[in-house]
C-alpha cells in the first residue's frame, strides 16, 4: 500500500483547500477511504470517510458542512474540500484505507495544513 497526500500548506481562517490522496498498491475500488488528522500535540483523529463507491460519506462534527470527501475510483484518488478553515483546523492530514473494517498499510508522510492569520 502506498499512499501520498499532497495540498496542504498555510491558509487564512476562512480560507480554502483541496487534498488529494493518490493510492496505489491495493485494489482501490474494494477499499473505503478516510481522511485522518493529527492536530499539533494531539492524538490522530478521523476526519472524514468515504464508501466504496462514494455514495456514502461521513464527517467528524468539528468538519460537517465544511469539507467535502470525494474519490475517483478510475484515477485511484480520494480528495478532500475544505472549506472555511479553522485555526483548530491545523494539523497533517492522512489518508487511509479500510476494508472489512480493518486499516489497510502504513501512514503516509502525511501533508500539513496550517491555519493562521
Known amino acids: 500500500v502506498q499512499l501520498v497526500e499532497s495540498g496542504g500548506g498555510l491558509v487564512q481562517p476562512g480560507g480554502s483547500l483541496r487534498l488529494s490522496c493518490s493510492a496505489s498498491?491495493?485494489?482501490?475500488?474494494?477499499?473505503?477511504m478516510t481522511w485522518y488528522r493529527q492536530p499539533p500535540g494531539r492524538e490522530r483523529e478521523m476526519v472524514a470517510t468515504i464508501s466504496i463507491t462514494g455514495d456514502t460519506t461521513a464527517y467528524a462534527d468539528s468538519v460537517e458542512g465544511r469539507f467535502t470527501i470525494s474519490r475517483d475510483n478510475a484515477k485511484n484518488m480520494v480528495d478532500l474540500q475544505m472549506n472555511s478553515l479553522q485555526l483548530d483546523d491545523t494539523g497533517v492530514y492522512y489518508c487511509r484505507p479500510r476494508r472489512s473494517g480493518e486499516l489497510l498499510g502504513n501512514w503516509g508522510q502525511g501533508t500539513r495544513v496550517t491555519v493562521s492569520s
Open positions: 498498491g491495493f485494489t482501490f475500488s474494494s477499499a473505503a
